[in-house]
């Protein structure tokens, strides 16, 4: 049997070299993996520090980075944040004197904006001032173009006036009272003039709003004095607050488990107050061209920032008197005859251009509810807005 000589690689000299090269390539090979890896991996940062290879590119991506995350307002992307100021206010400055800070004040304040007509005079003038005794901050919206007739008042020169003639209040605010202008202020009141405030405390009134926790709100009306249009605002006697309405006969009926409006979460636009939260909803929902606002008050609910039947309410501790006074649209003695519109009066105008209006509001919600795909009703309320 021959035997086998078994001879080692190694001993060869020609081998030996050739196992060192192969040696050496694979070295290099996985040196340039694992370094690659490196810099491309999250430890990019560490090797090139070590190494010293740390440039300009990663200096100014960390930059990038840092404020990619700054949330500015779309348009001011070419300044400094620090200089940017989103809010605005209604407060009046003086044209001398030192200038102070603007600052926002310890003291939280409060607006009124009320629509108004130099014939309803002398209802305005007390509304506001109790108001102003309450500390707030008043506008005025002059829809008849009248102006010099109420200088004579000790407090004109304390308020904000805005005139446009034969525009409602609903125009003035959507145009006037952006949420950035007035968002320093917790509680946005917006009235109609024909109001009598003789039992009303604006500030007492807040007080029970806070502490029931409402959004959206207004106070009663007083029934034995006001015209009442909707029995939900009419007050309820040994009662703080009522959120619903019962009415168990006729049309349009209300029961304990009425989930909609207007038996549960809702007020009349005649004299609402908003939080400023409500109040940022609540102006994206009023469209520039429907000045009316009529078929608003039936979604305001969605602006309760939570359950509307919780965060909507008639306050009936503090109440005042709805008067009715007929203010836009009533009888010029000039032109009567030129127009139609005088033949019938110009209230019946004005009352026929409203329901077209909310006819338009309704199927304008309904489009907006089928087309978008992401929006979610907490109400769970029909797709379609039923029209009578």
Known sequence: MKSFNCISPLSDPKCRSCLCSLFATLTLICGVYFFGNALLGKDYFKVASTLGLEGNNTKENIHLNKCNEKCMPVGTEALPKGIVTKTSNLEMLPLWGPVLEDKKSD??????????????????????????????????????????????????????????????????????????????????????????????????????????????SQPSLDPNKSEVHHHITARWNRSRVHRRYYKYRGGGRCYQNSTSPPCVGWVEMMAPVFSRAAWRCAWYMIQNELIHAWGLDMQLGYCAQGDRAKKVGVVDEEYIVHLGLPTLGGLSDKNKASSVAYKFGKRSAVRERSYAEMMIFKNRWNKAVKEDECWVDPYKQPAKWKIN
């Open 107 to 216: 003291q939280t304040k409060n607006l009124l904006a009320v629509a108004v007509g130099v014939k309803q005079k002398s209802l305005v003038n007390k509304i506001v001032k109790k108001f102003l005794a309450d500390d707030f901050v008043v506008m005025l919206f002059h829809y008849d173009g009248v102006l010099n007739e109420w200088n004579d008042l000790e407090w004109i020169e304390r308020v904000i006036r805005v005139s446009a003639k034969n525009q409602t209040k609903w125009w003035f605010a959507k145009r006037f009272l952006h949420p950035d202008i007035v968002a320093k202020y917790e509680y946005i009141f917006i009235w109609d003039e024909d109001l009598g405030v003789e039992d009303f405390h604006p500030n007492r009134y807040l007080s029970i709003v806070k502490e029931e926790g409402l959004e959206i």
